[in-house]
T-cell receptor
Framework: AQSVAQPEDQVNVAEGNPLTVKCTYS??????LFWYVQYPNRGLQFLLK??????LVKGSYGFEAEFNKSQTSFHLKKPSALVSDSALYFC?????????????FGKGTKLSVKP | DAMVIQNPRYQVTQFGKPVTLSCSQT?????MYWYQQKSSQAPKLLFH???????NEADTPDNFQSRRPNTSFCFLDIRSPGLGDAAMYLC?????????????FGPGTRLTVT
């Protein structure tokens, strides 16, 4: 069965410092991985996805994620954090073709960026 | 801009009083989803439509129903809301069911049950 784990409930970063939000996955077959961000009282916004190709995926708002097959990880990164990046971040994996193709979300990581 | 719209943004209903939440999309996507999200938790899929094909998650209570009269609109009906149904309800769309398709979410409707 597909699953993702986000080991940190909260990540605290100072503005201007690099940030990393961790995600590990467990899939049968090729992984299809996604990152979403949720601001307070809002829906989820798509940030980026890994389907195939380059291990470093670039997304919206300066975020990027590195796919590491040997470590089964897909960590979200940003070189310089902004206070406005403070939000809830969800990693997700898509069920494989032949099933319902649903998104399976991690439990979320709250990112707090302090000035 | 193409988007997913949810109305209302905030809904208050009484215990046991039926309520309907609505979702519309201008993306012309085939797939529409309804999720329930409780405070600071991951969204939980309730059901989805692939075109007119309805797919209910095994653990979705019978109290929750859905309708999709056309491509653009999808409704979530809660027949007899309980206090435990208070949550954010998120609608999402996807161009297809394949693994590569991302989902686009609406802003959500926050349901309060009094």
């Amino acid at each position: 069965a597909q699953s993702v784990a986000q080991p940190e409930d909260q990540v605290n970063v100072a503005e201007g410092n690099p940030l990393t939000v961790k995600c590990t996955y467990s899939v049968s077959g090729n992984p299809y991985l996604f990152w979403y961000v949720q601001y307070p009282n809002r829906g989820l916004q798509f940030l980026l996805k890994y389907i195939t190709g380059d291990n470093l995926v670039k997304g919206s708002y300066g975020f990027e994620a590195e796919f590491n097959k040997s470590q089964t990880s897909f960590h979200l990164k940003k070189p310089s954090a902004l206070v406005s990046d403070s939000a809830l971040y969800f990693c997700a994996v898509r069920e494989p073709t032949g099933s319902q193709g649903n998104l399976i979300f991690g439990k979320g990581t709250k990112l707090s960026v302090k000035p | 801009d193409a988007m997913v719209i949810q109305n209302p943004r905030y809904q208050v209903t009484q215990f046991g009083k039926p309520v309907t939440l609505s979702c519309s999309q201008t993306l012309n996507h085939n797939v529409m989803y309804w999720y329930q999200q409780k405070s600071s938790q991951a969204p939980k899929l309730l059901f989805h439509y692939y075109d007119k094909d309805f797919n209910n998650e095994a653990d979705t209570p019978d109290n929750f129903q859905s309708r999709r009269p056309n491509t653009s609109f999808c409704f979530l009906d809660i027949r007899s809301p309980g206090l435990g149904d208070a949550a954010m309800y998120l609608c999402a769309t996807s161009a297809g069911k394949g693994e590569a398709y991302e989902q686009y979410f609406g802003p959500g409707t926050r349901l309060t049950v009094t």
